[in-house]
């Protein structure tokens, strides 16, 4: 890689920043977004959250004692009364016993608990954590939601109360055509057959025509759980002025994956898209929470693979999301929480429909609901997002429909690179053989220029390139061409989930790092471990860039430190890879490999001495001047003609 390629690179990396530095908006657009955010709904919605916070300090004590209460309500008179003062109208409903109905189909398992009404556990199917076991969402008390309002001037949380099933089965099974490999959770496969579907209402009754409902609708080979919230009455316990009540979900995120300083503590945080707007999030390295002061499409508790997300048809008015993050935790990643506001009008009667989405952070499923759910996956910002969306994944999922492998798929998507790459890889490779072979031309005229009349030895030595017809940036157009796909690969493989716990000669997941030696100790920037793509990665690296210093026209000799700059990259990205995803280090490996074969290939293809030939018959040629050239020059001739008198 001579100095001119070099070069070449770092405008590259250059223009690239400073694109995405004017692209981004300026301080004045955010404020703007911020203030058009603002509304009267939020100022209605604090009040009901500062009102909701006094009653629930006010009734900390009755609270306390509801264990109790509850164990000795149905023949103490004294029990009543407490439930009664506690609950009022709810009261009844404070008292049952706790079972379970699942709902069931191909895909996973939902878990629904009469206590709160609320979706107790989830169940992936066709996954298992790190360590083999079941991959369980959520489960028991580490999954809490449920509606909080006021009832005749008590806080009322629904998830504290007793709800009544639509049904007596304990098990609600959805059953279907059997799914073809790679059309796992696609609506599309329903499309034309008669879709199977159960639907099991999870009913609270205070009497009186009073009560909250939650209806769960699955069908067959879909990751969406229906979930409609009705309510009835409840203006006549809330009083007329209630317009709002609040529905508050919390999660502890267990841990799904093995740990790893680049792996899923880097990626769990929540999202929230607002209504026909944006994609946001918190930051996945922060605990932070944030106020959503507008209307709200869904909020999303997302880990590396996965994803619990609360859709709302009709958008919530407003929220409030939290992300606290447990990475010293070998069992949880960390805890998320929405808190969000659902109107109410004066029918009386009332439904807001809403879904649930349980499943796999996978690019195709989460983008068939056209409600932006693929916004969630890191695929990298304007072009390197837009080669993983529309080359990468498209070619990927098309392997991987008729090859099981993934260590196949991953060479056949190498060469398939390669080949898009290839004529600007050749045209590369065509300049570097012009400039190698005007090398002892370019020695004369720095010999006779000497150190002092560096300026005049890089004037003639243009010139000489412009004789020849030689680009000296001409190395540098395959670069430009093969950043964006490899950068791309950066973003999609840590995230790519048809790649987790797949397995490929020794590596046991690419999705995650290989390892064939665990340390004593943990070197610092490195880890504790020794990753065997990684090593295979840096060696082939370490190898190409000895080749390009022997195939350059001498670049490096100008610069020794750029020279050692060169051999010192691969060092690091030793360190950088170490615990990354081994399906990155596989692939840059094989894309290295592949590099090498093509060089060998244009080398045996392509005669120098006729090109050399060529250089120096286009050095006696006259140079032609391009007509924005004479166009000047004649310009010039014009202003130095003397005007005639009058």
């Known amino acids: 890689m001579d100095k001119n390629t070099i070069t070449g690179l770092v405008l590259i990396f250059v223009i690239l920043i400073t694109f995405s530095y004017f692209n981004k908006p300026s301080q004045s657009d955010i404020e703007a977004a911020k203030r058009q955010r603002d509304s009267i709904v939020q100022v209605e919605a604090d009040k009901t959250r500062q009102a909701e916070t006094q009653a629930k300090v006010a009734t900390a004590a009755l609270e306390a004692k509801i264990t109790n209460s509850t164990a000795d309500s149905a023949g103490v008179a004294g029990g009543e009364n407490e439930l009664k003062n506690l609950y009022g109208v709810f009261y009844e409903t404070a008292k049952g016993t706790e079972h379970f109905i699942t709902l069931e189909n191909n895909l996973m398992k939902i878990r629904v608990s009469t206590k709160g009404g609320k979706i107790y556990s989830v169940e992936l199917k066709g996954y298992k954590r790190f360590n083999g076991e079941p991959l369980v969402l959520f489960e028991g008390d580490k999954n809490h939601f449920g509606l909080n309002f006021f009832s005749q001037n008590k806080s009322i949380q629904t998830d504290q109360f007793f709800f009544v099933p639509s049904v007596t089965d304990t098990v609600l099974t959805v059953s279907g055509a059997v799914v073809s490999k790679g059309k796992e959770g696609r609506e599309k496969f ?6 199977a579907s159960k639907s099991l209402t999870m009913r609270l009754d205070a009497g009186n025509g009073t009560s909250v409902s939650y209806v769960y609708t699955l069908k067959h080979n879909s990751f969406m759980v229906g979930f409609d919230i009705q309510t009835a009455g409840l203006k006549k316990v809330m009083g007329a002025n209630s317009d709002y009540i609040s529905f508050a979900w919390t999660m502890e995120m267990p841990r799904q994956e093995k740990v790893s300083k680049f792996g899923e503590d880097n990626y769990a945080t929540t999202y929230y ?20 002061t507008t209307k709200v499409e869904w909020v999303s508790f997302k880990t590396l693979f996965f994803s619990s997300t609360l859709i709302a048809d009709k958008a919530f008015l407003n929220g409030q999301v939290t992300t606290k993050k447990r990475n010293t935790d070998p069992l949880f990643v960390s805890d998320m929480s929405a808190d969000l506001t659902i109107p109410l009008d004066n029918s009386g009667s009332e439904i807001f429909p809403a879904r649930f989405y349980f499943g796999p952070n996978q690019y195709n499923t989460l983008k068939q609901y056209k409600i932006s759910l693929e916004e969630e996956l890191s695929l990298g910002w304007t072009v390197i997002g837009w080669v993983n969306k529309y080359i990468i994944i498209f070619v990927f999922d098309l392997l991987r429909r008729y090859i ?47 150190e002092d009349k560096k300026v005049e030895s890089q004037q003639a030595t243009m010139a000489l390139y412009k004789k020849a017809g030689v680009n000296p940036m001409g190395g540098c157009l395959p670069m430009l061409f093969q950043m964006p796909f490899l950068v791309a690969m950066f973003y999609f493989f840590p995230i790519a989930i048809e790649l987790r716990q797949q397995s490929f000669l020794w ?39 000895k080749y390009n210093n022997e195939m350059s026209a001498g670049g490096t000799q100008q610069m020794p430190g750029m020279k050692t700059m060169m051999y010192l990259m691969p060092v690091m990205f030793l360190f950088i890879f170490n615990s990354y995803a081994s399906g990155l280090s596989l692939y840059y490996f094989l894309s290295l490999v592949f590099t090498f074969v093509q060089m060998w290939i244009f080398k045996s293809l392509i005669d120098e001495d006729a090109i050399h030939a060529q250089l120096k018959a286009k050095q006696k040629m006259p140079v032609v001047k391009s007509k924005f050239t004479a166009r000047l020059e004649a310009m010039a001739k014009q202003r130095n003609v003397p005007q005639k008198k009058k």
């Not at 064939?516 to 840096?538: A, K, N, Q, R």
């Open 404 to 450: 099981g492998n993934f260590g196949l798929i991953i060479l056949l998507l190498t060469i398939f690179v390669k080949l898009i790459i290839a004529p600007f890889t050749y045209k590369s490779y065509i300049s570097q053989a012009k400039m190698r072979l005007l090398k002892p031309e370019i020695d004369e005229i720095q010999k006779k220029f000497g």
């Open 507 to 545: 590596a046991h997941d690419l999705s995650s790092y290989d390892s064939i030696i665990t340390l004593p100790w943990e070197i610092p920037w490195y880890g504790s471990h020794v990753s065997l793509f990684c090593l295979l990665m840096t060696v082939t690296n370490i190898l190409y860039v």
């Open 190 to 195: 329903n499309d034309g057959t008669k879709v």
């Open 273 to 292: 898209k607002y209504y026909l707007d944006v994609v946001d999030k918190i930051a996945p390295t922060k605990s932070e929470s944030k106020t959503l």
